[in-house]
């Protein structure tokens, strides 16, 4: 701590001054004023120890002279002077302290000086800060008012000044009510402090638009942010308030502008439909003649031209018959925006039924095969859904790789609208080309290749968009596509939920056997309604008599295996391949839990099964587990029994568990139980994407591994807090090369190291 002592008596080489520098003092002397001013302003010190007498100055005017050339040099008077008013005095005008020469040790001179110093330093400091915060203020593009607990001004920025047109000196003492038009004043204030009056909270925030006014008179919006803030027992408001005419004005402006616009475009659509009809009829007219004589020249000289001519005649009816395609391809997409009025309910499982009976010669010919979730209603005519789903699937179709096409249509409820998805196994889609193939005209493959006119995701697009959805693919070349679309809703289930009575389809051909299931219900606590079939045809045709005059489908079926005329497999797959049945849950009555039936009717449709003979505890656990899980508005979670938590992970894995059943099991407290759901490939994508935010590791590393896991969630999980869900996602093949390329560049050597092993793999199979 370096310090100047100015004194001009033999201290300077006494003992108190070699006592002190011994204590760790650097001390520079000056025995003047006039060479204290000289060393102060040259060089820096921590702090000043000074004589009021010396031999160029006396008294308090060596303070108060030296102070103006030591700004923010703490200084502290080292006096023989015992005088009470001086002492005050010297306080007054800046001192830090007032000490007595020869009464005051050595050591309490250090302190004071080392006190003297931090509290300076933290002084300053807190100076500075005000100065910043007042910089601040006065800079800010906001007006800025402070006020006491009565309202009235104690701050008042440039800002301010400029906005109201009232300088500092006008305002501060008065009430906040001066930015107030008369005739509105009463009714803010009472606002206000209604608003603060209804909390006791120590910091409030109050944000509105106010009209204030000018010292002019004009009135003019201001955006306000009125903040009160406790103070012991009191409080104290501030404001910031910015001018928002030239928001308004923009607003307004903004706003008609709009409104022209819409109805500008409103015009020209108009006049757009009109002009594809009649251009689309206009067309066709001259097309069609072309078409005719072309015919008929072909007719005529049929083995009589060169083959040449004949080839040129060929490209003459290809190019009309394309060209035909187009205009109605047009035509068609013009009328697919157009909504009409009144509220649809339509049902998408009979739309798809007709749409797979319009494709069924295409659908034969490739050998397609369906996987079809139970469909919802949506608000959206039938015709348009017509067109949506005959071009998802004929698509599907026509893109298909060297295998038989494999189509998946299913969908999950959203909000207000249903999320459809229909995944298929074709050539997939490169990731750059995903938005533009939603383009008029557009094609990714030669006319030889694939035909058609490049307008059916284009239609697509327009139905979807002009119901206020969405739609977007996901896709990798090689690996199939899923095209994913949002419809409004016009229902909440799915299916019908279940009741609170659990309805049962027995099916099962050995008297005893059904007595043993009754008796094991009978000493549940279930509330159930049970028929009895007794053999696979019986339950077939009474499943589809149920489904064709629209009465509620049994909520569960018990099916035995081994019966006469059509046995348990025979069920499993009609019931698979039927687009309503294949929503309700199936279980399979087995003799044996390791059979190899079991197995095979695990593969096909069943949900779970039970070993005969029936008892009642397993019963009640698996038709409450199964229950629960299907129920509309299930009950509140519990505690589960080791055997529903058993059934419940069984439900969780197996791929044939409905949709809302796994959306339910997603939400367990067991991990094992959402880990289940979490690599289960028949998961809903947004069951995936909620599962992808997990508490547990594990659970989003199953998302990682899921096969079906959207590639917007994939790209999410590449950059995961957790080492093993990036490596889990490092050695999955099947994730995009960026992705794999940005995991090479991992911080984690061995997560690193696995991206780059897998990139080198698929290297190698190119």
Known sequence: MRILLVEDSSMASSSSRETLEQLGLDLEHADSLSTAIELVTKEDFDGILLDLDLKDSSGIGTLIELRE???????????????????????????????????????????????????????????????????????????????????????????????????????????????????????????????????????????????????????????????????????????????????????????????????????????????????????????????????????????????????????????????????????????????????????????????????????????????????PRVAVQRLHLIQLFQNMVSNAIKYRGTEPPLISITAEENATQWLFSVRDNGIGIDHKYANKIFDMFARLHGKSQYPGTGMGLAICKRIVTSHGGNIWVESTPGDGSIFFFTLPAIEKVRRKAMKDNIEILLVEDTPSDVRLTQEALKRSDLKYEMHVVNDGEEAMEHLIRLKESHQDLPDVILLDLNMPRKNGHEVLAEIKNDSVLRAIPVVLLTVSENDEDVLEALKLKMNYYIAKPVSAPKLTALLSSIHQLHKESPEESKAFSQDETRIRLVLAGNQHTAPIALTRLAADANDRVRCRVAENPRTPAGVLMKLSEDASAEVRLGVSENPNTPETVLEALSKDVSDDVRLGLASNHKLPQRLLENLAEDENIYVAAAAQKTLATLTQRV
């Open 69 to 375: 050339y030591a700004h923010g040099i703490p200084i502290v008077i080292y006096t023989q002077r015992k005088e009470r008013d001086q002492a005050l005095q010297v306080i007054k005008y800046g001192a830090q302290d007032y000490l007595l020469k020869g009464e005051v040790p050595e050591t309490s001179v250090l302190r004071c000086l080392r006190h003297s110093v931090e509290r300076n330093k933290v002084e300053l400091e807190l100076h500075k800060h005000q100065e910043r915060i007042q910089a601040i203020l006065d800079n800010s593009y906001d007006a800025f008012i402070s006020l006491d607990s009565k309202m009235r001004i104690t701050d008042w920025n440039k800002q301010a000044e400029e906005t109201f047109g009232r300088t500092k000196a006008e305002v501060l003492g008065r009430n906040m009510a001066i930015i107030i038009p008369h005739h509105l004043r009463r009714q803010y204030l009472r606002q206000t402090e209604k608003v603060f009056n209804q909390s006791d909270a120590s910091i409030l925030k109050l944000s509105s638009e106010i009209t204030a006014a000018h010292k002019d008179g004009r009135e003019f919006p201001v955006e306000i942010g009125f903040f009160r803030v406790r103070e012991n027992t009191d409080y104290s408001f501030c404001a910031f308030l910015r001018d928002i005419s030239e928001r308004q004005r923009f607003k307004e402006e903004l706003e008609r502008q709009v409104q022209e616009r819409t109805e500008h475009l409103t015009q020209q659509n108009e006049l757009l439909k009109q002009f594809a009809k009649i251009a689309s009829h206009d067309l066709q007219e001259p097309l069609r003649a072309v078409q005719g004589f072309a015919n008929l020249l072909a007719d005529s000289t049929r083995g009589k031209l060169d083959k040449d001519q004949e080839e040129f005649i060929g490209f003459i009816m290809d190019g009309t018959t394309r060209m035909q395609n187009l205009i109605r391809a047009i035509l068609l997409h013009s009328e697919s925006g157009k909504v009409e009025d009144g509220k649809h309910a339509t049902d998408c499982n009979s739309v798809l039924n007709e749409v797979l009976a319009n494709l069924s010669t295409s659908i034969k010919e490739s050998e397609a095969t369906f996987e079809l979730d139970r469909l």
